[in-house]
């Protein structure tokens, strides 16, 4: 998972379907940031500078640092939540897309075979969450529309008492 996407997930640490995807994120973080180091070991300095990384090396030499590709720190602000279930699930929605999207870029800029094998399989992970997540929101919904009906036959029954819950 990408620094700065799909921590929404992370932040609600909700078991859907008996899969706790907040847990499979951290897994997911874990997994780049061993990316990132078995890329850099043994680098120096100047390696670091050639590929536009020299601020990085100044900060953090080879130390993993969890941060977008632009540079911003991970912080707690990403993690959103609403405790509101609609809200929440259109987050992880979002963030599940935008984390696959995100895994998409790096793909058109990779040419490591290894790299790209575990980006895709990072990938095929952030859309299995995003049916999950759609899943979730669905049920949510239905439950929202069966209300919904209630409270309309409630309606008619008020203004048309003659009128018989079919
Ligand atoms: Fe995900």
């Known amino acids: 998972m990408p620094a700065n996407v799909g921590l929404s997930a992370l932040g609600l640490i909700r078991s859907i379907s008996g899969h706790d995807v907040g847990t499979e994120e951290l897994a997911h973080l874990e997994i780049v940031g061993s990316i990132v180091s078995q890329l850099t070991s043994g680098e120096g300095a100047k390696s670091f500078d050639r590929y536009g990384a020299g601020d990085y ?58 790299v790209n094998s575990v980006i895709k399989f990072l990938r095929a992970r952030e859309v299995v969450h995003f049916q999950r997540f759609g899943e979730a929101m669905l049920a949510k919904l239905r439950g929202f529309l069966r209300n919904l009906k209630g409270i309309w036959h409630l309606s008619l029954q008020f203004y048309f008492p003659k009128i018989k819950k079919s």
């Open 57 to 114: 090396y100044v900060d953090h030499a080879n130390a993993v640092y969890p941060q977008s590709a632009a540079g911003a720190p991970f912080t707690a602000a990403y993690l959103q939540s609403k405790g509101d279930p609609i809200a929440d699930l259109v987050e992880d929605l979002a963030a599940e897309q935008k984390a696959r999207a995100t895994y998409d870029n790096i793909l058109r800029l990779s040419d490591d075979p290894d």
